[in-house]
């Protein structure tokens, strides 16, 4: 560790220990671990019976559209909503059992949020906003204003610690809140869109310093956004979410080169989905009757079952190749028109054409095809994903 990593640990000695020993305690290696929760809002359920683990010093996101579930689920680890049914255990301790009526308030759980609106207090300067919680934690005198310093130090503001709060623009106020969570030594940091309120320019900015001020801290962190780019760039691991389920669980590249449904396909990066009918249901490779033509698709634990629609297959758009007219065959290789062509600058869209249908492909200027030209479609199959509905 270099010695700049001056950030208060987790399992800080100079704080109560862990309750591992109490009566509720369990074995586990998660840190955190939500089994089986339920969450509504009187009749409405908004959370339908969600496991989420998150390990030692993991840096998990919580990914989906608006109104899936992600706030509730985040706001019952911390103690804000109370679920209906379910266990949450954090770092060994049952802080949440329905079955065993066990419901430790958020000051007990130990745990720090961040939320979209800085909720930073305006009446305090940025030092005793970053104090507060400490001095809760009866942390006094030159210990406080140590790890004070070191927190605001670890978002850049030690320089502005006697400035009011309300002197601040936007993106200094989201560092203070977030110095103020690191600073009392949660057991983990649950972040609940924490960039949405930044012009886009100071989010990019933010969203750098937040994955190095993470990569720094070594501390479990849930990170709650709509945003697939943040969540892509932020995490260990992406749970996508969907109406108050679990659509996927997975590391980001995977989440991206292997949607499991057609719902993940679409709300991560840009993908065709065609549909088709199964025509060999060989695992290491299903060939898929595509339009008037046939594809092989990456190899898949097992054949999912139909849709109403056929099977439905994945295709990034950025895998496709578009070769010279007449390349000699390989496997999903097609003779293709180029229908359509924009250039946006760095990337150049382009409708393609084929016996299998109609594909967007997206290149770099590098290459460029005119529109109406011939070419060679070229698809490598592992980039053709065999979806699961
Ligand atoms: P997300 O954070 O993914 O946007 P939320 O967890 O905020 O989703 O909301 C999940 C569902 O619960 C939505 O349908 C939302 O309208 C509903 N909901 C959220 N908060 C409340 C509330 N305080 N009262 C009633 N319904 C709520
Ligand atoms: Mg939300």
Redesign the pocket.
């Known amino acids: 560790m270099s010695s700049n990593v001056a950030v208060p640990q987790p399992r800080d000695a100079t704080h109560a220990a862990p309750v591992r020993s109490a009566p509720a305690a369990v074995q586990t290696k998660a840190h955190i671990e939500v089994r089986d929760v339920v969450a509504a809002?009187?009749e409405?359920v908004?959370v339908h019976g969600v496991s989420v683990t998150v390990a030692d010093d993991e840096h998990l996101s919580l990914l989906?559209?608006?109104?899936?579930?992600?706030?509730?689920?985040l706001r019952c680890i911390a103690g804000l909503e109370t679920p209906v049914s379910g266990e949450i255990v954090i770092d060994g301790e049952v802080v949440f059992s329905s079955a065993r009526g066990i419901n430790l308030p958020p000051e007990k759980r130990r745990l720090s949020m961040v939320f979209q609106s800085y909720a930073i207090w305006p009446h305090m300067t940025v030092f005793e906003n970053v104090a507060y919680g400490l001095r809760v934690q009866r942390v006094r005198g030159q210990e406080l204003r140590d790890r004070v310093h070191t927190a605001l130090k670890m978002v850049g503001m030690e320089e502005l610690a006697q400035r009011p709060a309300t002197a601040l623009s936007g993106g200094q106020q989201q560092r203070v809140a977030l110095a103020r969570a690191y600073a009392p030594s949660p057991k983990a940091i649950l972040l609940?869109e924490p960039l949405s309120n930044l012009d886009a320019r100071l989010r990019s900015q933010m969203r750098d310093d937040l994955k190095d001020l993470q990569k720094r801290t070594k501390l479990s962190t849930i990170y709650?956004t709509?945003d697939q780019e943040e969540a892509m760039a932020m995490s260990d691991r992406i749970i996508v979410?969907r109406q108050?389920r679990i659509e996927q669980e997975a590391k980001p590249l995977v989440i991206y080169e292997r949607p499991r449904t057609r719902f993940v396909a679409d709300f991560i990066g840009a993908a065709n989905v065609l549909s088709g009918t199964l025509v060999s249901a060989d695992p290491a490779g299903p060939v898929i009757r595509v339009g008037s033509t046939e594809m092989r698709c990456a190899p898949v634990a097992e054949i999912p079952p139909p849709t109403d629609g056929g099977h439905l297959i994945a295709i990034r758009t950025v895998y496709p190749e578009l070769l010279p007219a007449g390349t000699p065959g390989a496997v999903n290789q097609w003779p293709a028109t180029v229908a359509s062509r924009i250039l946006l600058g760095d990337i150049v869209r382009y409708g393609v054409e084929f016996a299998g249908g109609s594909l967007h492909v997206q290149t770099t200027p590098k290459t460029l095809v005119e529109q109406g030209g011939e070419v060679t479609l070229s698809i490598p199959p592992e980039h053709v994903v065999l979806l699961a509905g």
Do not use: E, I, R
């Open positions: 809002y009187g409405k908004a989906g559209p608006s109104g899936c579930g992600k706030s509730t689920l609940d709650v709509h979410m108050g």
